[in-house]
């Protein structure tokens, strides 16, 4: 994905909320002069955590990455889950994969942090601060560090919050960082992409369980039977046809449970069910899912509890 497509998603997922900063910094005396540059603000400097946040998100190191979040952010951050956790940081520093982080500075002595991925590496030189009592705002120049013509450069600026005596990233330009209102967003993104996931799960579990009924010409007795052997090769016992995760019958924020229908086992006759339950009812998903014994797929909001061939088919 091309520089200039990540930067504008990533602004798409920050929304604007006045509200945020009128309740970060209500208690705090406001000003309209700006002041030195941020070696002088306090010992670390709102520079330092700049670049401590964009190390962070360059890395995807989630612990580092909360430490430069307001109180009100971190919460909300802490309530996502993994995956949403992980997409945020990653549209936040404007790349895909984990980077590494390096610092420099430019022939003015200006911070510059470059975010080395295996496909692309980005450069983000850090400006002057102009500070403003307990907020601060950092300019910043971001490009591809491959652009020789300057076509990938964007100007944005940061802004910080100084809470209990340390910076913490505030805002994006004028979008401010809302994390709890951005919560029922991603959750929706999610949802629609985890359940998207359990279908394609209880499908790739049925091929699994036909793979080991031709191979031992009986269904096996447990989704354990399907996981990969502990030693050697695989077999009846392990016959390594899903990973750990499935096998133990978890898998994207959803439970998989399998049934064997009737007394019999054995051959082409012996007959089984499926279904996928969200793991947290309306945030890893909504939709319950369940494949009969005919091999038709059901789906229906159960409200986390298990689907049934009653529900309407899925199409």
Known sequence: MA????????????????????QDTSSKPSSS?????????????????????????????????VRFLTARNKEAFS?????????????????????????????????????????????????GADLRDNI???PMELRDAADTTGASV?????????????WKLLSLGLLLLDLPSLEVEWDAAEVEQTEKSALETLNKVAGAVEAYRN??????????????????????EAAGLLDSDLAN??????TVRYVIVGASTLGAPAKYELAATPLQYGRTGRRSFFRDSNGAMHAADRHGAVGSETDPKVE
Request: hydrophobic share 40%; glycine share 10%.
């Open 79 to 127: 309530r996502m889950t993994p995956p949403a956790r992980l997409a945020f940081m990653k549209r936040f520093v404007l790349l895909n994969e984990p980077g590494k982080p390096t610092v420099s500075a430019n022939p003015a002595g200006r911070p510059i942090l470059r975010c080395e991925t295996p496909d692309v590496t980005t450069e983000m030189q850090i400006g």
């Open 249 to 254: 019958g978890m898998k994207n924020g959803y």
């Open 136 to 138: 601060v705002f950092l």
């Open 215 to 236: 191979k031992y010409a009986h269904l096996p007795e447990s989704l354990a039977r399907l996981g990969p052997p502990l030693h050697g090769a695989a077999n009846g």
């Open 33 to 65: 002069s700006a002041s030195a540059p941020s070696e002088t603000v306090n010992n670390a400097g709102p520079g330092a955590a700049l670049k401590g946040v964009l190390s962070a998100a360059c890395s995807q190191n989630q612990i580092e990455f």
């Open 154 to 166: 964007h100007q944005i600026t940061l802004g910080l919050l100084r809470e209990n005596g340390e």
């Open 3 to 22: 520089l200039a497509q990540i930067f504008f998603v990533s602004c798409a997922v920050l929304l604007t909320g006045a509200s945020v900063l009128a």
